[in-house]
């Protein structure tokens, strides 16, 4: 089986159960799906609730419609299957999944892991070799472990949020950097995972965390936390190690201008046409340049409100310093880089308009990339094909539907 599409690939032979929701452990597993595992989204009868969320196909949130963005990006390259495995009968259908399995992925609470025979032990005895990939919220140990969170309760606890946005309303990321941080790096562990079971033929567990991943992505601010006790507070888009850097407004928009070292900064100024800035002991170096930010970001902005974006950004490239223009989402989808480089892969959906424009496997391999075969699968779309490739038969498959079990 494969999920709508032909398989190959590095991990072709791979089959990966994916338990998971929203994005930690389903973009994990459709990370494998385009490496060429062959990947099971299992989720409740009724559709799991992040099947639903950010609705854009036509229909209500059902098994005929209501599908939405964040799903269809997740769970490409994925076969679809229904099951309750909360029933005897279901756990029975999971340890049959599990005997075909190479990985498990899962972001539920230990307790519930336990509950549907999905704890590494349950697994181990079905599958000696299994590889469980686990996200959580806050890791295994401590003690928030049973605690529920999201993306924006990791990126609130590292200082993220705090050091984001203005001194008197921290904001967080509207991009859900920690859920695709943490999805990402159980990709990496669960990869590592399998090289280390072709030497040893040993599984393991392989665990992510949001909170984990946080820190790991905070952990230089932390570090000059703990040395310095600095005390920084937010400073809205200017930075507080170097400048100019900031998002400065032009005639038709906006652009992010950011000055880092010496050499970027002797440019700045050329570019200012103003050789005193290089003179000036409150522009020394970079941490004495994002102490005097303000400064710098106010020269900037007067120099960009009498140009286009247009203008602006090729001054700026012409003299060698990163900028670019601050795009909405439709100017995103417009941008001839981003679709010359054909990021953006349209994929139809049963009852939607036209293609969804989902993105590619982020990191490309010259010869043997990712590849995205198919579209997300509809509620239960492959129950019966995968049940019947377990053995099970037609009769049973009904009578599992009839008890509620699919």
């Avoid at 098994?63 to 769970?75: H, I, K, P, V």
């Avoid at 181990?124 to 605690?147: M, N, Q, W």
């Avoid at 079971?197 to 909170?211: C, D, I, N």
């Avoid at 006790?229 to 900031?246: C, E, F, H, T």
Wanted: proline residues 7%; glycine residues 12%.
């Amino acid at each position: 089986m494969t999920a709508q599409g032909e398989g190959g690939g590095i991990l072709s032979g791979i089959r990966v159960l994916d338990f998971g929701r929203y994005i930690a452990g389903p973009y994990c597993a459709a990370l494998l799906g385009d490496l060429g595992a062959e990947v099971i989204r299992i989720e409740k009868r009724e559709g799991s609730e992040d099947r639903f969320v950010q609705p854009i196909v036509p229909g209500a949130a059902s098994s005929e419609g209501g599908e939405g963005a964040m799903f269809l990006q997740m769970n490409r390259n994925k076969l679809g299957l229904t099951l309750d495995p909360m029933t005897e009968t279901g756990r029975g259908i999971v340890k049959r999944l599990v005997a075909t399995a190479d990985v498990v992925v899962a972001n539920l609470p230990p307790s519930t892991l336990s509950a549907m025979g999905l704890d590494y032990e349950s697994l181990c005895a079905v599958k000696p070799d299994i590889i469980l990939t686990t996200v959580s919220a806050f890791g295994h140990g401590g003690p928030y472990s049973e605690r529920t969170g999201f993306d924006g309760v990791a990126q609130s606890m590292v200082g993220a949020a705090y050091l984001t946005g203005h001194p008197d309303e921290p904001v967080k990321s509207y991009a859900p950097w920690v859920d695709f941080g943490t999805a990402s790096l159980a990709a990496f562990g669960t990869l590592a995972a399998l090289m280390e079971r072709a030497r040893s033929g040993k599984g393991q567990v392989v665990e992510g965390a949001l909170l984990s991943t946080a820190l790991a992505y905070f952990n230089f601010h932390l570090i000059e936390q703990d040395l310095r006790k600095i005390n920084r507070v937010a400073i809205g888009n200017k930075s507080p190690y170097a400048g100019p850097a900031d998002i400065v407004r032009t005639k038709d928009g906006w652009i992010l201008v950011q000055v880092i070292g010496a050499p970027l900064f002797k440019r700045w100024a050329k570019l200012m046409g103003e050789d005193h800035w290089l003179s000036d002991p409150r522009f020394k170096d970079d941490s004495s340049r994002g102490d005097h930010g303000v400064i710098l970001s106010e020269r900037t902005a007067r120099w960009a409100e009498s140009r286009t974006t247009e203008d602006a950004l090729a001054e700026l490239e012409k003299a060698r310093i990163p900028a670019g223009p601050v795009l909405s989402p439709q100017q995103a989808l417009d941008d001839p880089h981003i679709n010359a480089m054909q990021y953006l892969h349209p994929l139809a959906f049963p009852g939607m308009p036209k293609p969804a424009p989902v993105m590619e496997t982020p990191v490309r391999l010259s010869r043997s990339p990712g590849t995205l075969r198919g579209r997300a699968p509809l509620l239960g779309e492959h129950t019966d094909e995968i049940l019947a490739a377990l053995g099970y038969g037609p009769a049973e498959i009904e009578k599992f539907r009839g008890e509620g079990v699919v």
